[in-house]
């Protein structure tokens, strides 16, 4: 309890009969030996009591469709989840349990669904639900542990914090989240079994020539040793998901590694149990486990402390029932105040007026060029990228007074890290001090970053998170900034996410096509380019958006990309709006520029 008093202080939660009511969350998740528990002390203490209540809540009914007469099972849950409806409406309860919980839901102001869902899927199985299939089996594991998620992720959403998930990364999600099912119901089984309850596929059991009744007799040892190892194996291949905390802040990234280490751990107990699993549960080695959480705490610790605070959500309570603070999130607010005008070109040149009908929507652009422009003034390379932050910063003002809706820029591609390590060091120093500051957040500007996660350094890729977020409700120009990118794995990544769907059943291969493909993309909302322009002499697209730029008009230009400005811009956009686009169909003088002539899908020759 004594170390507890400095959670409840943070959370604003002084009332005793609360503070008894949390504690008692606090004491049953902590009593069940899970990793709710540990995990829950990786989060800012703001937070912790109301991640037990929503924990202890999932264990409370789990022990009570677990308890007693099968006959009455149903009965006692149904009486509960009353109760908890009843207290909810109330505002308080008398079971201390509920009482945290909605005091949780309350101040927070969280929805219900979540919980529903999950007191749902909980009571089905009372009887004891039998699952014929992998398919069968992952619907009910979603249905309870992603209602749970869910609840947590409304929570964070509540306190400010922004959770990106896009849908590339959502079966990703969908088979971590099994992963962790299959350690669970492997973990349980002897405790499963007490109860008639069978929590493995019965194809499974099958293809291991077991049964219902075998596992339930405790006999058959060899085949069920191979069938725990086949269980293993599919949990350990389905933690192992490297993209999927690709876009989390990284605070969150932080719980989430360590709830994955964690898995591999009691994945490891669980291996060498064997068939003892039918006789008992393993123990979770405390002095292993604490050699992961240690260190997630000290990391998580230190990036919680350099967020910056954002309130909770609206409360229901009466406004005199005292809030929780705010908790210290990764993302600042979207800026509200009425953006700057993009500043005049020095020389006082105007954009060339294009009527808007001719006027591209998506410009692309190969910003070429900076190392021989430096070393031509005998400089070092990374001087021609610093100079070229300054044309990119012109070039967006351009972007913005000619009326531009989208921009994408390539500032860093995954072939670069092949060079020499003080020119990374020059290109990312750009995208960490100054290269979109005054470009993105003082205009209209909407910021959106593509590329990999993957060895980018901690401070560069929050900042372009940050970025992304800050600007998530501007409605000018929206500027794609391509940061450790590659057009074909892009194009591979995608494809993989699809064939994991396909095997998983979400998907029919035969029904797969370009806008199932392009729903797959990390930036599936990202439209079309119609003008790629590259500098600095060289004619090529270097996989730069080789989706999106399939059918995109080409612009090369000579001048290397510390001598361009937004007059240069304007140029390719004028070259762009006299050419005519057939997209393969036979011209037409009447098609307007930058429109298909023909609903015609090939190219010509």
Request: aromatic content about 6%; hydrophobic content about 40%; glycine content about 6%.
């Amino acid at each position: 309890m004594r170390r507890s008093r400095s959670v409840y202080r943070a959370a604003a939660i002084d009332e005793p009969r609360l503070v008894e009511g949390y504690e008692a969350c606090r004491r049953a998740i902590r009593r069940a030996g899970g990793t709710e528990y540990p995990t829950a002390r990786l989060m800012p203490p703001a937070l912790r009591p109301a991640l037990w209540a929503i924990y202890a809540a999932g264990r409370v009914i789990d022990d009570v469709a677990d308890t007693g007469d099968p006959t009455g099972r149903e009965a006692l849950f149904d009486a509960w989840t009353a109760a908890f409806d009843e207290d909810l409406r109330r505002g308080d309860s008398e079971d201390p349990v509920r009482r945290a919980l909605v005091h949780t839901m309350l101040t927070w102001d969280l929805p219900t669904d979540g919980l529903s869902a999950a007191f749902a899927a909980t009571r089905a199985d009372i009887t004891g639900r039998i699952h014929p299939t992998w398919k069968a089996w992952s619907a009910y594991s979603q249905a309870v542990n992603t209602s749970f998620f869910a609840q947590g992720a409304a929570l964070l959403a509540a306190a400010g914090l922004y959770l990106p998930l896009r849908l590339r990364y959502l079966d990703a999600a969908r088979q971590w989240v099994d992963a962790l099912s299959i350690i669970d119901n492997l973990e349980d089984l002897a405790e499963d079994l007490a109860q008639g309850r069978i929590t493995v596929p019965v194809e499974v059991l099958t293809d291991h020539g077991l049964t219902a009744a075998d596992l339930a007799g405790g006999t058959h040892d060899a085949p069920v040793e191979a069938m725990i190892a086949h269980l293993a194996a599919q949990a350990r291949l389905w933690l192992a998901q490297p993209d999927l905390f690709r876009e989390l802040p990284p605070a969150l990234a932080v719980v989430a590694r360590a709830v994955t280490d964690i898995g591999r751990l009691r994945l490891e107990r669980v291996e060498r149990a064997g068939a003892q699993l039918l006789r008992g549960k393993p123990r979770l080695p405390r002095l292993a486990s604490r050699r992961i959480l240690l260190p997630a705490r000290l990391k998580a610790h230190v990036a919680w402390r350099f967020l910056t605070p954002i309130g909770p959500a609206r409360s229901r309570r009466d406004t005199a029932t005292p809030r929780p603070p705010a908790l210290s999130a990764l993302l600042p607010a979207p800026r509200t105040e009425t953006p700057t005008p993009p500043r005049p070109h020095p020389s006082g040149a105007r954009p060339p007026s294009c009527p808007p009908r001719r006027l591209p929507r998506h410009v692309a652009v190969v910003m070429d060029g900076n190392g021989r422009w430096a070393t031509d003034r005998g400089l070092p390379r990374t001087e021609g990228h610093r100079a070229g932050g300054e044309s990119m910063r012109d070039v967006v003002h351009g972007a913005l007074e000619i009326g531009l809706r989208h921009l994408t820029l390539y500032a860093f591609s995954t072939e670069n890290w092949r060079r020499r390590p003080e020119e990374i060091d020059g290109l990312l120093a750009l995208v960490r001090e100054d290269m979109v500051d005054a470009a993105v957040l003082d205009h209209d500007v909407r910021f959106r970053w593509a590329g990999s996660a993957e060895g980018l350094p901690q401070d560069v890729l929050e900042r372009l998170v940050r970025l992304e977020h800050a600007t998530r409700d501007r409605t000018g120009l929206t500027l794609t900034l391509c940061v450790n990118y590659g057009g074909r794995i892009e194009l591979t990544q995608a494809a993989a996410s699809l064939a994991r769907a396909a095997v998983a059943g979400r998907i029919d291969p035969a029904h797969i096509c370009e806008r199932v493909f392009a729903a797959h993309l990390a930036l599936p909302d990202l439209p079309d380019v119609d003008l790629l322009w590259r500098t600095g002499g060289e004619q090529r697209t270097s996989n730069l958006l080789p989706w999106h730029a399939a059918y995109a008009e080409l612009h090369f230009s000579d001048t290397r990309w510390p001598d361009v400005d937004r007059r240069d811009l304007w140029r390719a956009i004028t070259a762009y709006a006299d050419r005519g686009r057939n997209f393969g169909a036979v011209p037409d003088s009447a098609a307007p520029a930058g429109q298909p002539a023909h609903d015609a899908g090939t190219p010509g020759h």
